[in-house]
């Protein structure tokens, strides 16, 4: 891999060449003179125990009640983040943020948020979106030239969420290509991200090696189907934080487990930094 001052330059060429394909928020319009269905307006109801619990306070996070290590996820659905404010929470030890998305894919807040999270001293880490049937090497690629290793602090993340209309079997081998890709380039294992009843369905028994965060918005902490282990659970996708307009993900570590298990191990890359290129060649294709 190039080093961190040439991975900025390639990433901004990159970017540019691949302006067209970031992912962006489209808010549509109305044609004049067609009529659109009146949209029900939810009447507010106050939470009962506001009512009954004087004790209770609504803005009371689960950050502050417990002392697990809590961080958030963020992508350009969060618009511009204030990382001064949200630097000063020292209750959120780490941020993931998503760099990009299939074969062609960028965050268009990536570049942004990863050089505002660092300036304010967050712990940060990156992720892509799996797409199952977009070949991996492009997806390595799309990757790679964002999730530069000497800008993370935490192991590479991959958003698994979907088969893409596979079967569970080609869904399984596509998945375990790009993982063993992702482990070659970064020279450690990356941390999954899937929902519960995803796993359930798709991946019991299958990335028993592999350290999980988990997806469960409840108050009851997830368990899986083949009851292995949690490194970390996303307990809600409406969670509030000064510094980030409307919602944010949360997640925090559960049991013992900490922020050193998904530390980013730079020293692993001394003297075996090799280019996507090189990958290429080496598998040849």
């Known amino acids: 891999m190039l080093g961190a001052n040439d991975g900025f330059a390639q990433r901004s060429r990159y970017n540019k060449h691949h302006s067209k394909h970031r992912t962006q928020r489209v808010v549509s319009k109305h044609k004049k003179g067609k009529k659109t269905k009146k949209r029900a307006v939810a009447q507010y109801r106050p939470d009962p125990r506001l009512l009954t619990d004087p ?22 659905y969060q618009g511009e983040v204030f990382w001064e404010t949200v630097g000063e929470n ?13 074969g062609d894919r960028i965050d268009a807040q990536y570049e942004r948020n990863i050089d505002l999270a660092h300036r304010h001293g967050l712990k940060v880490g990156s992720y892509h979106f799996f797409r199952p049937k977009t070949p991996v090497l492009t997806q390595l690629e799309n990757f790679m030239t964002q999730c530069r290793p000497g800008e993370q602090d935490l192991i590479p993340m991959i958003d ?33 991200y899937t929902f519960r009843n995803f796993y359930n369905k798709h991946l019991v ?28 659970w996303q307990y809600t996708s409406h969670g509030r934080i000064v510094g ?18 998904i530390r980013f191990n730079h020293i692993r890359h001394v003297g075996k930094n090799v280019s996507f290129f090189d990958m290429r060649k080496r598998m040849g294709k």
Do not use: W
């Open 90 to 102: 020292t209750k959120m030890a780490y941020v993931y943020l998503k760099a990009t998305e299939g």
């Open 244 to 261: 980030i307009r409307g919602s944010v993900d949360k997640s925090r570590f559960m049991g013992n487990h900490g922020l050193r298990e």
């Open 160 to 192: 698994v969420e979907t088969t893409g209309g596979l079967s569970s079997e080609e869904f399984c081998d596509s998945l375990y290509a790009f993982l063993d890709l992702i482990e070659e380039a970064y020279h450690q294992q990356p941390l999954i």
């Open 205 to 232: 028994g299958k990335i028993n090696d592999y350290k999980l965060m988990i997806a469960m918005y409840t108050e009851e902490e997830p368990v899986l189907a083949d009851g292995r282990d949690i490194t970390m």
């Open 55 to 76: 004790n209770y306070d609504p803005f009371l996070q689960c950050e502050d009640t417990c002392s697990h290590v809590h961080g958030i996820d963020l992508s350009h």
